[in-house]
């Protein structure tokens, strides 16, 4: 045991060495070596210190079955945080983990370098840590029951909130007074408007709220909800900034991932392994990276695209050279500049080529009566119908519209239809949760068969015009 | 400089959540279990799950709701292993209609969370409000079966009863008295034997007589209902009674006495003379199960579709049946657009409490019947029939 561990500390010194020769930048790096159950739990949370909930519960105990049951394995938990924490399986022997770390540095210094996660907080450890004890506070103050039933409805409209601005935008301040634009340019401008009278644009007397249709539906019931006490406020609080810290590692899954495929077979080559491990290594690397059939493999397309692009970069053809002016011998230098960049869609966007498509064998599948069937392999339609299901991180992108419907104080809705219909029983099971946060009827318009359909609850039934 | 990385181990013995909040999830199982009990009892798995402990069933109520995507229309987007054509089949929705899609997890497809509980959880849930009624002490015990019990220790016996401990510690005990301490030098005065005495047993029995209409007008929907119910009563009985035995009576025009098999598979046509079966159950009755010595359960399903000019012969059957039985059951599974038989307007003019009535619409109603049936004289309070 105590010959394990050292073994270990002395894999990590030397694959942190390779790892900043090949110069990556990590955040200081804390390994926590921790029994299987803690990992699960971790992993069913998101995050060792968040609040308690019985659907993490749930999540849990599935995850620790199918691990009881040899079913699947989570090799480790990273966190993005300063220091960056990473939670080591205790079972794994000695090259699973030295594969694992190498893959957690790279991870480490996408957290770091990423532009989606520079207004992360990295503190969120911490701060957790507070929620889970407010949370506590409530329960003991509120009763057990009634925070669990805010936390239901909480959590059913997790999803939809804002996620945090890479480039942020000064708030505008609610309607700005319709005036003129544009500063005179000369002293003698008024002389224009002699012509006519002035209009007297009559101002709008009614105040929309939202002024305009926003995404943020937690923060807008938060907000503007007549019912909520400020306990009830502060946990959708909680419950969005959990989210916004979450949202940009869900909006990176494809490149994130695979950024820390290419690296650890990378950091791995380079190591003094010997022939088992050598071996070991490559039947592991070679299970991460397994081709998925109903879903792709984040790990193993990821890389592959980062494969290519360095290819590429290094070795331009001679149209790239001409029409782009590559020179040549700057993959490594160009990857880096992806990792910085680019989330899962605009990485996909830029760089899934034709090429890619058909190595990869990608396609789109349908489902046709019972079966699912292929339905779909031109490359381009391949990669838009990959974006699609990635935009908004695939969740149906809803609007609060008006806050005030019909001058009733109801809320109304809208689903930004683009061709995918929402599940019907379970939008209906939705908006009573809706219902319990905002006090009074809801209502949400979106689009089914084609036609504009308008779902509502009303505190006692749902219904449907 | 700060250390860039470092390694640690502790003790994370004490971190319990994972498992705490597993736990009030169980108890969310539980609850919804519970609620939704008139559903559950008539799952098939249950009721066709021959013997099966363990048995799975949908709860709805432990979805986590958010609004999302229909997945059975989306395309998705999958890889394969190279020349996938368009057309190629990857996947096939499983037999059993589970509504689940390949690749589990968090694919799309999986409709409800489905819990895993043991036939006896449920059946715990399901009877701890259930009595039986007008439960009668037998004064002769049918079945009085001899046990035998260890109870007496004894200086004389046969070795293979020998007490080994007490005959050490006898051994002992005598080296200590002359001062000596240690086991060892046993003589036949150690020596002590266990003993037994026989013991009496007495076992109550109770007998079912599940009586169903096989006319051409119960169908498979109909049965199902039936053998739900019997299901449920037979277990129940069985958790009241050592012994409890069960009479198939299948009737038309005429009744005979069938197996389990033939009673819920077979389908019969022609009329219905519902007297016939009673007939044949008091027959059963003086023959084999003596009322002093049985507590008698005589239960029928019908669609109530009874020959009119029979039902005054049914009525005088019942009277007949009702003084030597503990409770006798009437169920009527009705056709939504039908109202009460003739026939049960018939019995309902017998006023004896150990005549229960009951019309089931649907499978939900199943749970209601069962506590009407069994819910002893508290639950008939208001009243016994339900239209």
């Given amino acids: 045991m105590e010959q394990e561990f050292k073994a270990l500390a002395k894999a990590i010194e030397a694959i942190h060495d390779q790892a900043r020769k090949f110069g990556l930048d990590f955040f200081p790096m804390r390994f926590e070596l921790c029994p299987a159950d803690v990992i699960y739990a971790f992993s069913a949370y998101g995050m060792p210190t968040r609040f308690t909930h019985w659907t993490f519960g749930k999540h849990f105990y599935k995850m620790k079955l199918q691990y009881d049951f040899n079913l699947s394995r989570i090799y480790e938990l990273v966190i993005n945080s300063n220091p960056c924490y990473a939670f080591l399986l205790e079972g794994n022997d000695l090259i699973q983990n030295k594969l694992v770390i190498a893959h957690v540095f790279a991870h480490s210094d996408f957290f770091k370098n990423n532009v989606h996660f520079a207004p992360t907080s990295r503190q969120m450890v911490e701060t957790m840590a507070v929620h889970a004890a407010k949370i506590r506070e409530y329960e003991f103050k509120y009763g057990h029951r009634e925070v669990e039933i805010f936390l239901d409805a909480a959590l059913s409209i997790q999803e939809h909130i804002e996620p945090p601005a890479v480039f942020p935008v000064a708030e505008e301040e609610g309607e700005k007074e319709k005036g003129p634009s544009r500063p005179p340019e000369t002293p003698y401008d008024d002389l224009w408007a002699l012509d006519g009278k002035p209009k007297e644009q009559p101002r709008e007397r009614i105040r929309k709220i939202p002024p305009r249709p926003t995404k943020d539906m937690l923060a807008f019931i938060m907000n503007n909800s007549p019912e909520l006490e400020d306990w009830q406020r502060d946990i959708l609080a909680i419950v969005r900034e959990e989210m916004r810290y979450f949202w940009p590692q869900m909006e990176t899954k494809i490149i994130n991932e695979g950024w820390a495929t290419y690296w650890h077979a990378r950091i791995m080559r380079e190591l003094d392994l010997t022939e088992e491990e050598t071996i070991e290594f490559a039947h592991l690397h070679a299970s991460v990276s397994q081709p998925g059939k109903m879903q792709i493999n984040p790990y193993y397309v990821g890389s592959k695209i980062f494969e290519d692009i360095e290819k590429r970069w290094d070795n331009p053809s001679q149209e790239e050279r001409e029409k782009y002016g590559r020179k040549g011998g700057e993959g490594r230098a160009k990857i880096f500049e992806v990792r910085t960049c680019e989330n899962d869609i605009s990485f996909l966007r830029n760089y899934l080529t034709r090429e890619l498509v058909e190595e990869l064998d990608l396609f789109l599948y349908q489902k046709v009566g019972s079966e699912w069937v292929v339905v779909e392999k031109d490359w381009e339609k391949v990669r838009d119908g990959l974006v699609g299901r990635l935009t908004n991180c695939g969740f149906p992108y809803i609007v609060v519209e008006d806050g005030d419907y019909q001058r009733r104080g109801e809320l109304y809705l809208k689903h930004c239809y683009e061709g995918l219909e929402l599940d019907v029983p379970y939008l209906e099971k939705t908006l009573p949760y809706v219902y319990l946060l905002w006090g009074r009827p809801v209502h949400l318009e979106t689009v089914i068969d084609g036609k504009t359909a308008v779902f509502s609850y009303d505190g006692k039934k749902n219904s449907r015009r | 400089m700060d250390t860039q990385y470092s390694l640690s181990r502790e003790d994370w013995s004490l971190h319990r959540k994972g498992y705490l909040d597993q736990q009030r999830h169980q108890e969310k199982v539980r609850e919804a279990i519970k609620k939704n009990l008139p559903q559950i009892i008539t799952e098939e798995s249950i009721i066709m799950g021959k013997g099966k402990k363990v048995v799975r069933v949908p709860i709805r109520s432990l979805e986590e709701y958010h609004f999302r995507f229909n997945y059975n229309q989306g395309r998705n987007v999958g890889q394969g292993s190279g020349g996938t054509q368009k057309g190629t089949v990857i996947g096939r929705e499983a037999p059993d209609g589970a509504g689940k899609g390949p ?49 007496d220790v004894r200086r004389k016996g046969l070795m293979g009863n020998l007490d080994k401990k007490r005959t050490l510690l006898e051994n002992l005990k005598r080296n200590a008295m002359k001062g000596k301490l240690f086991i060892g030098g046993i003589i036949p005065e150690d020596l002590r034997f266990k003993t037994w005495e026989e013991k009496m047993r007495y076992e109550t029995s109770a007998v079912v007589l ?178």
């Fill in chain 2, 210 to 387: 599940a009586m169903m209409d096989t006319s051409g007008s119960m169908g498979t929907y109909e049965k199902y209902i039936a053998r739900t119910f019997f299901f449920w009563m037979v277990r129940f009985l069985r958790s009241k009674y050592q012994q409890v035995e069960i009479v198939f009576i299948a009737h038309h025009t005429q009744a005979r006495e069938v197996t389990e098999e033939e009673f819920f598979a077979k389908g019969e046509s022609g009329g219905t003379r519902c007297s016939s079966a009673y007939q044949l159950a008091l027959e059963i009755i003086d023959k084999r199960y003596p009322p002093a010595d049985y507590n008698i359960y005589p239960f029928h399903f019908t669609d109530g579709d009874n020959l009119p000019s029979d039902n005054e012969t049914c009525l005088e059957a019942v009277q007949l049946l009702l003084p030597k039985v503990n409770l006798l059951g009437y169920g009527e599974i009705v056709n939504p657009y039908y109202r009460t038989s003739t026939l049960m307007n018939v019995l309902k003019r017998i006023k004896d409490e150990r005549l229960v009535t009951v019309a089931i619409k649907d499978k939900s109603e199943v749970y209601q019947a069962l506590r009407q049936f069994f819910a002893g004289a508290r639950g008939r309070e208001s009243g016994g029939t339900r239209i």
């Fill in chain 2, 103 to 151: 690749g589990a997890g968090d694919q799309p497809g999986v409709d409800y969370y489905e819990a895993e509980v043991t036939l006896e959880e449920v059946q715990e849930m399901l009877f701890r409000d259930l009595e039986l009624p007008n439960l009668q002490e037998k004064k002769k015990p049918i079945l009085a079966s001899p046990t035998y019990e260890f109870r």
